[in-house]
Each structure stands twice: as structure tokens, then as C-alpha cells.
């Protein structure tokens, strides 16, 4: 049996995935508005993440956010229940680069292949938290299993997000969803295909509808 691998992600409600927790967590591009989730975060949302973090489970993370979750959770006091579950599992960092990976439990993995290997392998869950670039290509290789989406009530208007140009397009059922007293939008979605379009209306355009067809193809209108 294969080991799932599921989405664990804090988005604004334009998408933003980037520095959730911290001002100086993540300010490349000239992000500004790090720490969005810690100002507006509630009860409902500290459940879900503790559901999602529930053992045993393991952590697959990009290269940037393995930087960032190595430099901060193992200098967390013992105490802290989120740094003991982290300092118990292990953590699979998706990265070309051979830079150390000085984290006690941490394993490099070079391509989808081998991440394909190890989620056919036996194990735990692979729960991905932040790591923005995973996405696109999880897709892509029919990898992710399950999506997490924690969507907070804020607009940040720039940041990196979740979906870049080159994920493609996948129809996502909703397996379950509820709202917390604080604005928060819980819901996770599996996939489900490819992306079915349709239409609301027959296509039978008017002339002045086939000039604009033609200048949006022409790149004029």
C-alpha cells in the first residue's frame, strides 16, 4: 500500500502561500506582510493543524522551506509539541542542490522518480507544509493525494503562491469543508480528473462576439 501524500497549506484568499508565520520568515521579492496567519489565527485553525500534524507522519518539504523550518523548529524548547512531533519524523527535502542537510532525520531527494519510489515504499504519511514550488510538479506526476487548503481572511495583493503558470489543470473534489469562528476556510479537496469546461449557452455568437474572438487570438483587444 502506498503512502499518501497530502497538502498541509495556509493561502490568503488571493492564493499567497509566502512567510505565514513570521515578518523575517520569508521577505524575498520584497515581500512585506510576513506573519498574516499568526495575526488571525484562532482555535479552528489550531485544531486542523494539530489533525494534520496528528502521528505518525513524516515531512516532505522543498529546499527553502526545509531552510527555514531547520533554522527555527529544532531551537524550539522540548516543551513544544509541534518541535517533538518535527524532531521525531522525518523529513524528505526535495532539492538538486548538495548543500548539508544538518537536521537530524532529514533525507535529500533528487527527482519525482525517486519521491515516487519512496511514497510506493512503506511508511507514513508525507505531509508537505509550505514548499510553494512542490506543487506545479506533484500535479503533474499524479503524486499529491490529498489537499489541506487553510485560507485565511486577508488579501496580501503579492507573494508567492500555491499554483503557478505550468500546474495543470485538474478537477479537485471537496471532501470536506467548514468555516472557524474567525474567518477561517477549512476545506480539502482530492483530485479528481482532468478539468472538464463546458459552456452556459449555445454557440451560436453574434458578429460583433466573433470580432472580439478574433482580436483577443490577434492579441489586439
Request: aromatic letters at 8%; glycine letters at 12%.
Amino acid at each position: 500500500m502506498s503512502r499518501e501524500i497530502i497538502g498541509g497549506a495556509f493561502v490568503s484568499l488571493d492564493g499567497v502561500m509566502q512567510a505565514p508565520g513570521a515578518a523575517e520568515e520569508d521577505r524575498s521579492g520584497g515581500f512585506a506582510h510576513g506573519g498574516w496567519i499568526a495575526a488571525v489565527g484562532d482555535e479552528g485553525l489550531g485544531n486542523q493543524i494539530n489533525a494534520l500534524l496528528n502521528p505518525p507522519f513524516d515531512l516532505l518539504l522543498g529546499r527553502r522551506t526545509y531552510d527555514i523550518f531547520a533554522a527555527y523548529w529544532p531551537y524550539m524548547p522540548e516543551s513544544d509539541s509541534i518541535s517533538a512531533r518535527f524532531a521525531a519524523c522525518r523529513k524528505y527535502v526535495m532539492t538538486h542542490g548538495d548543500q548539508p542537510l544538518d537536521w537530524v532525520g532529514s533525507e535529500r531527494v533528487d527527482s519525482m522518480d525517486a519521491l515516487r519510489a519512496i511514497k510506493q515504499g512503506d511508511g507514513p504519511p508525507l505531509v508537505i507544509q509550505g514548499s510553494t514550488t512542490l506543487y506545479p510538479q506533484l500535479l503533474a506526476e499524479r503524486l499529491l493525494d490529498k489537499l489541506v487548503l487553510m485560507m485565511a481572511p486577508v488579501v496580501l495583493g503579492k507573494g508567492k503562491r500555491m499554483f503557478a503558470d505550468g500546474t495543470p489543470p485538474l478537477a479537485m473534489r471537496q471532501v470536506e469543508a467548514r468555516v472557524t469562528s474567525g474567518g477561517f476556510v477549512l476545506a480539502t479537496y482530492v483530485p479528481d480528473g482532468p478539468a472538464q469546461v463546458g459552456s452556459f449557452g449555445p454557440d451560436n455568437p453574434s458578429e460583433a462576439e466573433k470580432v472580439r474572438r478574433r482580436r483577443v487570438l490577434e492579441d489586439t483587444w
